[in-house]
């Protein structure tokens, strides 16, 4: 017999959060689990430079990742950027290239808010774990 699961006692659903995107309204669910590895090996750049510029330390809404901070991943990590927010929200990284900046923005904020526990709690430890595991990688002394 399988064990019933009592509805009041705080199970809770996954998050989600509807952006409009390029005249559509989405719904951003978190990452399924199928996408997970794809998604780790498509934004270690773009995620190890969120971690740096701290965009991932703050909780719920308190995420702060502003344009200027997008355009410089775009910038930095422009085809790795694309294909791993297309991951996130669900979309072609087509859709995601041709929309407009204001709707990157909105679409990257509510991906990360969404995945925030994901991001902190299980990518940041395991790029952490690896960068010390491999010699050259990582934070180093500074040499001033």
């Keep these: 017999m399988i064990p019933s699961v009592d509805t009041d006692v705080g199970v809770l659903a996954p998050a989600s959060a509807s ?3 390029a005249g559509k309204k989405l719904d951003i669910r978190p990452i399924p689990v199928g996408r997970i590895p ?19 330390t703050g909780e719920g809404d308190e995420l702060d990742i502003d344009v200027m901070q ?5 910038g930095d990590h422009g085809e790795q950027f694309f294909d791993a927010l297309s991951l996130a929200a669900g979309v072609s990284v087509a859709d995601v290239e041709a929309a407009n900046l204001d709707d990157v923005v909105r679409l990257t904020q509510t991906c990360l808010r969404v995945n925030r526990d994901f991001f902190t709690q299980s990518v940041a430890p395991l ?14 002394p500074s040499s001033s």
């Design 19 to 21: 952006v409009d995107f």
């Design 38 to 56: 794809l998604l780790i090996r498509t934004a270690r750049p773009v995620v190890q430079a969120l971690i740096g510029n701290n965009v991932l």
């Design 70 to 74: 997008i355009v410089d991943l775009m």
């Design 127 to 140: 790029l952490a774990g690896m960068a010390q595991r491999l010699p050259g990688v990582g934070l180093t």
